[in-house]
């Protein structure tokens, strides 16, 4: 029985000693605790536990003003809260956002107004630490008087030029109605645009406000007229329970082209002379046509990457094979990168036929006189007819009053613009592709879109939208094109 004992002793501390070790010895950090594998995925957004003060507070005090706000998660470090964080009625001085472990910490800098309702909204910055699962449009709440406001807005900004969307920009309402506030204050209430083009104002003072749509460049005024703008051209009356008629739809355009970047050849010319070397001094010229073949629907244009100076219209044929000349009309643009010359023929032009372009050496001259440093000719030929397709558009419920005109675009560049002025739209040859189509409303009547302007005339831009199946394909080889084009 002692000896049973003694050996039963012996095997519990054997046991107890190696218990003891295997935990020390996965504490030294030899050895590491894995969690069990599988179970689903975390989809959730953090949930709100609580908020000191809480959510909807009435009479918060004035200055001081600190709020906690915790969630049911750890949660990452909010994104750029100065920019992606709104708290309306735009305060003076931003709050300080900060976040750890669970809890957001908002330490309010500026005196508040009395009886006013504040909105301090998170937009997507509020994210778990595990999946990254976003609280979209968390929005904390609370008043300096005894109520809460109960104002409401919603509506839509679409770009006037496409019927996009650009969810960068921002709306803005402002007290004062006179134009020169939303150059020079800052507004009252801020609301950023969903992937939609959407955007809603909730808890804000009922009464009227005049509301814009622009790029936020930080301070939130409107002084830039190349850059993308929205007005509603009258005073708008935000309610408490609006209908859907109140729905706020804004236009946006750019009134100016983009402005364009100033660049020096100094840099290529001190380098040049370091090394000993002499530019060389002559036009380099470029023509449209592709893989030495001319398009039978459009012009042949010459370019050159100097501004000309002077032409001779004299030193410029177009011929036969034979060299025999054909008439053709010539005429000069010019883009902002290159001087442009169209030749014109007969449209379109004979297909599978051969032709020739004698271009004389002093026919182009620069602002510098410096010329081709020799005559040429180019040789080429126009394209067959069943590289092409027919394109046939049937048009429905398309509003002959309002003057449509009809675009196809490529890449987002309007490649052609028909005038719409009966129910049907038919192109014997018209070039494969895919396109999107867009409808012009042109209020001048002048074939092209036209933005807006704001101060002094109020003239809103001309509405691009587009019909329910916005998408068509052509195809060639003589393909029968056929689409049913629906407003």
Not at 48 to 53: D, E, F, I, K, S
Not at 190 to 197: E, K, N, V, W
Not at 254 to 280: C, F
Request: proline content about 6%; glycine content about 6%.
């Amino acid at each position: 029985m002692k000896r049973s004992a003694a050996i039963l002793r012996h095997l519990v501390t054997t046991l107890l000693f190696l218990g003891v070790g295997s935990l020390l010895y996965m504490q030294n950090g030899c050895a590491r605790i894995v969690p069990p594998s599988g179970g689903p995925k975390d989809t959730l957004p953090p949930v709100l536990v609580r908020a000191l003060p809480k959510d909807s507070m009435l009479r918060m005090p004035l200055t001081g003003a600190r709020i906690l706000i915790t969630f049911d998660e750890y949660i990452q470090q909010l994104d750029n809260a100065t920019q992606n964080v709104v708290m309306n009625p735009i305060p003076k001085i931003l709050p300080i956002y900060e976040s750890k472990l669970k809890t957001i910490s908002v330490k309010i800098k500026d005196t508040l107004e009395p009886n006013t309702t504040y909105s301090i909204n998170f937009g997507n910055t509020v994210k778990d630490v595990d999946e990254g699962n976003v609280l979209k449009n968390f929005t904390y709440i609370f008043s300096t008087g005894s109520v809460l406001d109960s104002g409401f807005l919603y509506g839509k900004v679409r770009l006037a030029k496409n019927n996009k969307v650009d969810s960068s920009m921002i709306v803005v309402l402002h007290r004062h109605s006179d134009d020169s506030a939303v150059a020079k204050e800052t507004p009252r209430y801020m609301a950023r645009l969903d992937s939609m083009g959407r955007f809603r104002f909730r808890h804000i003072a009922t009464g009227t406000y005049s509301i814009y749509a622009l790029k936020d460049e930080g301070d939130k005024k409107y002084r830039d007229k190349s850059a993308l703008f929205a007005f509603y051209d009258n005073s708008i009356t935000v309610q408490s329970n609006p209908s859907p008629a109140d729905s706020i739809l804004l236009y946006a355009y750019a009134e100016e082209g983009p402005k364009p970047k100033t660049t020096s050849n100094n840099n290529k010319v001190n380098n040049n002379a370091k090394k000993g070397k002499k530019e060389e001094k002559k036009l380099h010229l470029a023509t449209s046509l592709q893989g030495g073949k001319q398009d039978l629907l459009s012009n042949l244009v010459l370019s050159y990457d100097q501004p000309i100076d002077s032409v001779d219209s004299t030193l410029l044929h177009l011929t036969d094979t034979l060299y025999n000349p054909l008439p053709y009309t010539f005429s000069r643009g010019t883009d902002t990168t290159r001087e442009k010359f169209t030749i014109q023929y007969q449209m379109p032009w004979p297909e599978d036929t051969y032709f020739k372009l004698i271009i004389g050496r002093k026919f182009a001259v620069d602002t510098s006189g410096v010329s081709l440093l020799k005559s040429d000719t180019i040789a080429f030929k126009t394209q067959k007819e069943s590289e092409y397709g027919s394109l046939l558009l049937r048009l429905r419920n398309f509003d002959l009053k309002r003057h449509p005109v009809l675009q196809l675009v490529q890449n987002d560049k309007v490649v052609d613009s028909i005038r719409v002025t009966g129910p049907e739209i038919s192109r014997p040859l018209y070039h494969p592709g895919d396109y999107e189509i867009r409808v012009l409303y042109d209020a001048n009547q002048n074939g092209t879109w036209d933005p807006g302007s704001f101060f002094g005339i109020h003239r809103q831009p001309e509405i691009v939208t587009q019909p329910q199946k916005p998408k068509i394909r052509v195809r060639g080889n003589g393909w029968e094109n056929e689409y049913d084009v629906i407003l």
